[in-house]
């Protein structure tokens, strides 16, 4: 990905908040504490598999969203949901979704967390750091795997 | 009205005495003349000046406040000063004219110059055959006529400019802080669809960046696709998240993470290995070796090894995605009983 990318997307790549590197190492260290908080409580009890998948889904979004701050827009809307008494709900502006000037917007409006309260433009860019973040989530968590597997190994 | 009047005027003769009044063939008198000179017998220039409406001329009598621009050194005859000044003027007039087709407009074409050569001794005979007292109304009305058809001639020679400096100027417009968006010739100039013409560069140039981050989206073109392909490829992508925390949940109940030490592997090499190099490949040989070297946990490495192919790839595939969904949840019970393994054999560790 980097090197695809490194022709093209200078300027993100300077901006530390949408660097991936410095993304993928606060995401994976704050899922990892997660998960971690996780296990320590729910040692005892066999919790069913489901709950289990949806609390990690859960963590991994939370952590995903604090590790990228609240710069981004769709980042607060996540972390608005997890947490709704930090941050203030803002004042939402409804953009008219059901007129549907354009029905694979409104798609990828339901796509990305917190895309209704965007215009298209808006919209656009955080789906681009959307994506982003969602690759550097992805990496690493099979690497997680890898590596704790390998430990538990040893 | 008149102490506008008053602050243009001295604006006119500092506007006047930057080049040579000498060359102009103006003195102060000779332009109190021309500006009191009431439009007695219509000449050609001045039926010329008559054609454009008052709000334009009002307009150009307003703005000529403005005078941000630095005077051009008149490298030609003072003529061609003067009409660069009106043309500047006429930017904020109209919106298509733009100070850069100005030089192209003095530089490009001497025998249009020469037309307009034409007119301003026309003018400048005018005022030298009468000598009328001057007049706020005569003031106005003769500066106006004067820059209206300067203007006016200026209107027609930078449409007629070329295009390629409208493209230019509209590029470099749009990386000003200061949204500057030129008019292309032929398009209306109000400030809605300058505005709309605006944003809709904006959003094709997010469409752009978003073509690059998405593979395969180079090749297609078209919004309405692009989007398409975008909306799979996050799908795609919060699919896998959906799987690789599936996966945890299966794995995870026998984890006991130490975090120090995955702090310290993670700073290491496994996961620089990962972020620097390539994306896919330097890590799929690991995950073999990984899944060759632990047949005490044969499942869920069969998950990897279906993986591996699918997610090698890269380019959207959505097919490859949902098979090795469709795969681990029929694995479900197996996972159960892996996990269940996994926990026997860690006790057995």
């Given at each position: 990905m980097e090197k695809r990318s490194a022709g093209t997307m200078k300027k993100k790549k300077k901006n530390p908040h949408t660097n991936p590197n410095f993304i993928k190492i606060r995401f994976a260290i704050k899922f990892l504490r997660a998960i971690n908080r996780l296990n320590t409580t729910n040692t005892s009890r066999s919790v069913d598999k489901y709950r289990r998948y949806h609390t990690i889904r859960a963590a991994a979004c939370a952590s995903m969203a604090s590790a990228v701050g609240p710069t981004r827009a769709w980042s607060r809307a996540l972390l608005r949901t997890r947490s709704p008494h930090r941050f203030l709900a803002n004042s939402r502006k409804i953009v008219a979704v059901a007129g549907g000037g354009n029905p694979r917007e409104n798609h990828l409006r339901r796509l990305v967390p917190g895309g209704d309260a965007m215009d298209s433009c808006g919209l656009l860019k955080e789906t681009v750091h959307y994506i982003n973040c969602l690759r550097a989530q992805i990496v690493p968590r099979i690497e997680e795997v890898v590596s704790t597997q390998a430990q538990n190994c040893t | 009205m008149e102490p506008q009047l008053e602050a243009t005027q001295p604006q006119f003769r500092s506007v006047l005495s930057g080049p040579d009044a000498g060359e102009l063939g103006f003195g102060f008198d000779e332009i109190h003349g021309l500006i009191s000179n009431p439009p007695e017998?219509?000449?050609?220039?001045?039926?010329?000046?008559?054609?454009?409406?008052?709000?334009?001329?009002?307009?150009?009598?307003?703005?000529?406040?403005?005078?941000?621009?630095?005077?051009?050194?008149?490298?030609?005859?003072?003529?061609?000063?003067?009409?660069?000044r009106a043309s500047k003027f006429s930017v904020f007039a109209s919106a298509d004219n733009s100070s850069e087709k100005t030089p192209i407009l003095s530089a490009s074409s001497p025998m249009k110059l020469d037309s307009v050569k034409r007119e301003p001794p026309d003018s400048d005979s005018r005022p030298n055959s009468s000598s009328p007292p001057v007049s706020t109304q005569g003031l106005k009305s003769g500066k106006r006529k004067q820059e209206e058809k300067k203007v006016k001639v200026t209107n027609k020679k930078s449409k007629k400019a070329a295009a390629a400096a409208n493209d230019s100027s509209e590029e470099s417009g749009d990386k000003l802080p200061f949204v500057h968006v030129r008019a292309?010739?032929?398009?209306?100039?109000?400030?809605?669809?300058?505005?709309?013409?605006?944003?809709?560069?904006?959003?094709?140039?997010?469409?752009?960046?978003?073509?690059?981050?998405?593979?395969?989206?180079?090749?297609?073109?078209?919004?309405?696709?692009?989007?398409?392909?975008?909306?799979?490829?996050?799908?795609?992508?919060?699919?896998?998240?959906?799987?690789?925390?599936?996966?945890?949940?299966?794995?995870?109940?026998?984890?006991?993470?130490?975090?120090?030490?995955?702090?310290?592997?993670?700073?290491?090499?496994?996961?620089d290995n990962s972020y620097m190099g390539m994306f896919a490949p330097s890590m799929w040989p690991e995950l073999q070796l990984e899944g060759n070297r632990q047949h005490q946990y044969p499942q869920p490495w069969q998950f990897a090894g279906l993986h591996h192919p699918s997610l090698a790839k890269e380019e959207a595939d959505t097919p490859n995605f949902i098979t090795p969904e469709n795969s681990l949840i029929s694995y479900d019970s197996p996972a159960n009983s892996a996990s269940l393994h996994s926990s026997q054999l860690k006790m057995e560790l």
């Amino acid at each position: 990905m980097e090197k695809r990318s490194a022709g093209t997307m200078k300027k993100k790549k300077k901006n530390p908040h949408t660097n991936p590197n410095f993304i993928k190492i606060r995401f994976a260290i704050k899922f990892l504490r997660a998960i971690n908080r996780l296990n320590t409580t729910n040692t005892s009890r066999s919790v069913d598999k489901y709950r289990r998948y949806h609390t990690i889904r859960a963590a991994a979004c939370a952590s995903m969203a604090s590790a990228v701050g609240p710069t981004r827009a769709w980042s607060r809307a996540l972390l608005r949901t997890r947490s709704p008494h930090r941050f203030l709900a803002n004042s939402r502006k409804i953009v008219a979704v059901a007129g549907g000037g354009n029905p694979r917007e409104n798609h990828l409006r339901r796509l990305v967390p917190g895309g209704d309260a965007m215009d298209s433009c808006g919209l656009l860019k955080e789906t681009v750091h959307y994506i982003n973040c969602l690759r550097a989530q992805i990496v690493p968590r099979i690497e997680e795997v890898v590596s704790t597997q390998a430990q538990n190994c040893t | 009205m008149e102490p506008q009047l008053e602050a243009t005027q001295p604006q006119f003769r500092s506007v006047l005495s930057g080049p040579d009044a000498g060359e102009l063939g103006f003195g102060f008198d000779e332009i109190h003349g021309l500006i009191s000179n009431p439009p007695e017998a219509p000449s050609s220039s001045f039926t010329a000046l008559l054609e454009l409406p008052p709000p334009q001329a009002v307009e150009l009598l307003v703005n000529e406040d403005f005078p941000a621009k630095p005077m051009p050194p008149p490298i030609f005859p003072s003529n061609i000063a003067l009409i660069d000044r009106a043309s500047k003027f006429s930017v904020f007039a109209s919106a298509d004219n733009s100070s850069e087709k100005t030089p192209i407009l003095s530089a490009s074409s001497p025998m249009k110059l020469d037309s307009v050569k034409r007119e301003p001794p026309d003018s400048d005979s005018r005022p030298n055959s009468s000598s009328p007292p001057v007049s706020t109304q005569g003031l106005k009305s003769g500066k106006r006529k004067q820059e209206e058809k300067k203007v006016k001639v200026t209107n027609k020679k930078s449409k007629k400019a070329a295009a390629a400096a409208n493209d230019s100027s509209e590029e470099s417009g749009d990386k000003l802080p200061f949204v500057h968006v030129r008019a292309r010739r032929g398009q209306a100039t109000d400030r809605h669809s300058l505005a709309e013409r605006a944003r809709r560069e904006k959003i094709n140039a997010r469409m752009k960046l978003l073509q690059e981050l998405v593979p395969g989206c180079n090749k297609i073109s078209g919004t309405a696709m692009v989007l398409d392909e975008i909306i799979n490829h996050v799908q795609a992508l919060q699919r896998q998240v959906e799987i690789l925390s599936m996966r945890l949940a299966a794995v995870n109940p026998r984890i006991d993470f130490n975090i120090d030490d995955i702090l310290a592997a993670e700073s290491g090499s496994s996961i620089d290995n990962s972020y620097m190099g390539m994306f896919a490949p330097s890590m799929w040989p690991e995950l073999q070796l990984e899944g060759n070297r632990q047949h005490q946990y044969p499942q869920p490495w069969q998950f990897a090894g279906l993986h591996h192919p699918s997610l090698a790839k890269e380019e959207a595939d959505t097919p490859n995605f949902i098979t090795p969904e469709n795969s681990l949840i029929s694995y479900d019970s197996p996972a159960n009983s892996a996990s269940l393994h996994s926990s026997q054999l860690k006790m057995e560790l």
